[in-house]
């Protein structure tokens, strides 16, 4: 069961692709856009997150964080996050409790491998509310990133 707007989004401490803990409360006060991809180095979730990338410049003035989720270990996205140059924090869910706590994970996914991120897509408010809530079943779709930024902008 995924989490739904009005919620309260669940804390979380995951360590980044620098190896040190980030929290949901690091940002009160605060939009966080928080984008949860399957893998790291794969076609879709390289498109999902360059596209945050490409358009980092619209969260200019915004008052929001934008933070990219995976499974993967913190030296893994740090490879992927220096290739791909992205602005934001990756934070590695290993554990997959967070994935699981937002609603977020695959129980089965592609080639057998098991407990794998969900492509989806929360913004995050102030106030610690979800405010935008996007869980896709099918990996290859992306998020809805023109009502992810409309929402930001709000």
Known sequence: MSLQVGDQAPDFKLNNS???????????????VLHFFPLA???????????????FGYYDGLNAQILGISVDSPFALAKFKEEQAY??????????ETAAAYGALYADFVLGLKGVAKRSAFVIDERG???YAEVLEDA?????FAAINKVVAG
């Open 87 to 96: 602005q934001f924090p990756l934070l590695s869910d290993f554990n997959k």
């Open 41 to 55: 180095f794969t076609g879709v979730c390289t498109t999902q997150l360059c596209t945050m990338r490409d358009n």
């Open 140 to 144: 290859g779709n992306l998020p809805d």
């Open 18 to 32: 620098e190896l040190k803990e980030v929290s949901l409360s690091d940002f009160a006060g605060k939009k966080v």
């Open 129 to 131: 509310k979800i405010v």
